[in-house]
């Protein structure tokens, strides 16, 4: 049985058909990656059939959100607070240029928001005053204390009702600036791209808008309205200079100035551009280094009061255990 399986393996034709097939074998191993297509190239698809998902879905929320905010801008307030704040004449007592400015940074923009915020700095006293009284004067609350503690608690509401709308705009508005700042380097470089290749600087304005939406809404927004007011105001100038006003950002303010200057100088851009960028980038680093600084002093409070005593418990646990037990005390 042995021997013809012997002879049979060492049968010229079984080798020569065992070769044969080894050889299919090999080249058709070898062959595949070829037959299968360039991997690169369907990965790279791949991913620009995902990056124009990702950009047709922003520019969808974008295109809501403008919507939207035309539709607020040009819808009447059939809420009765135009009328109440007109008649009472509030934006001459609770607003100036300064909460324009701030609502404008917040994202606020229009008569509309400046309406809503005037009304409730005049309700939201009222109601809460109101809430303190019905809490404390007829549901019993603080009532060990005297009446004029009461009555101060009663005007310490009123007082932060008053000033509740002040905090919530100051609130938007420093998330929009962080938001903003924080894109603001690599749309800079985007818009240096798009400067050094050819394209002119309202073109440059939506490009980046397209492709920094997916980071930060609120400067795609700002770029856009931006690019729209360079293609109707008269003077260019007032556009970027609306630009940094809206932002309230050093950074941007700087960009606005090399933008106005090219306009009326003929100064390159992508020079000015590439060292703002560059400036824009260093000054987020140091942020971020000023932060980690200042790490240190805040956890020293927390670790004496929290990390300390646990850690002296675990050093001195067993020897108090063993002296306990010696009865030495």
């Known amino acids: 049985m042995v021997d013809q399986v012997v002879k049979a393996i060492l049968d010229p034709g079984f080798l020569i058909a065992f070769l044969v097939g080894v050889a299919v074998f090999a080249t058709f191993f070898t062959a595949m990656p070829a037959l299968s297509g360039n991997q690169l190239k369907t990965r790279m698809k791949s991913v620009a059939l995902e990056r124009d998902e990702l950009r047709a879905k922003q520019r969808a929320r974008l295109a809501s959100e403008a919507d939207r905010r035309r539709k607020g801008l040009r819808e009447e307030d059939s809420s009765g607070m135009r009328s109440i704040v007109e008649r009472l004449d509030l934006k001459r007592a609770l607003a100036d240029e300064g909460t324009v400015a701030k609502l404008r940074m917040a994202g606020f923009r229009g008569q509309n928001p400046l309406t809503r915020f005037l009304f409730f700095r005049l309700v939201l006293p009222a109601v809460g005053l109101v809430l303190a009284i019905i809490y404390i004067f007829l549901l019993g609350g603080l009532a060990e204390q005297p009446v004029f503690v009461k009555l101060f608690v ?41 400067v050094e290749s050819g394209i002119s600087i309202e073109a440059a304005f939506k490009r980046v808008a397209e492709e920094i939406g997916v980071q930060s809404v609120e400067l795609a927004e700002e770029l856009v309205l931006t690019n729209a007011e360079l293609s109707f105001l008269q003077e260019r100038r007032q556009a970027y200079e609306n630009l940094a006003n809206r932002t309230g950002l050093e950074s941007v303010k700087s960009v606005s100035q090399a933008l106005i200057q090219a306009e ?51 050093i001195l646990g067993p020897a108090g255990i063993q002296v306990s037990e010696q009865g030495i005390f």
């Open 154 to 194: 009663c005007i310490l509401f009123a007082y932060a009702g008053f000033y509740a709308p002040v905090v919530y705009v100051s609130n938007r508005a420093s998330k929009r600036k962080h938001s903003i700042q924080m894109a603001w380097p690599d749309a800079l470089d985007l818009m240096l791209i798009c």
């Open 264 to 314: 009326r100088y003929g100064t390159p851009v992508g020079h000015a551009l590439r060292v703002l960028s560059t400036e824009s980038r260093d000054a987020r680093m140091n942020a971020a280094e000023k932060k980690a600084a200042a790490l240190p002093p805040k956890l020293t409070v927390p670790m004496i009061l929290f990390f300390l005593p646990v850690l002296f418990a675990v």
